[in-house]
């Protein structure tokens, strides 16, 4: 059974947008949730976890910029959750 064609996005830049913020935005959010994490707990115990934790978390913020309906949106807080972590790791 095909999929309903109303649900389906109309424009392929904005399904090239939602792949790449999902990705890349949702890699970089998690690559530096962790890295905070690193600072704040024992590093090795964090390595450990975050081979499962990583890759929870990238899948989830990956779904969610396809949920999401404004893909600048996604882009917005994934950028504003990127430059938390990284401040936070740098001057913790």
Not at 17 to 24: D, P, R, S
Not at 27 to 55: E, N, W
Not at 70 to 76: A, E, G, P, Y
């Amino acid at each position: 059974m095909p999929a309903n064609k109303k649900y389906l996005t109309k424009s392929p830049w904005l399904s090239l947008a939602k792949i790449l913020v999902g990705t890349v935005g949702g890699y970089a959010v998690m690559f530096y949730f962790h890295l905070l994490i690193c600072k704040m707990l024992p590093q090795r115990d964090v390595v450990v976890t975050s081979f499962i934790t990583g890759y929870i978390i990238w899948a989830i913020l990956l779904l969610l910029a396809f949920l999401a309906k404004n893909v600048w949106k996604i882009l917005t807080v994934y950028i504003i959750l990127t430059l938390i972590f990284s401040v936070g790791f740098t001057f913790l």
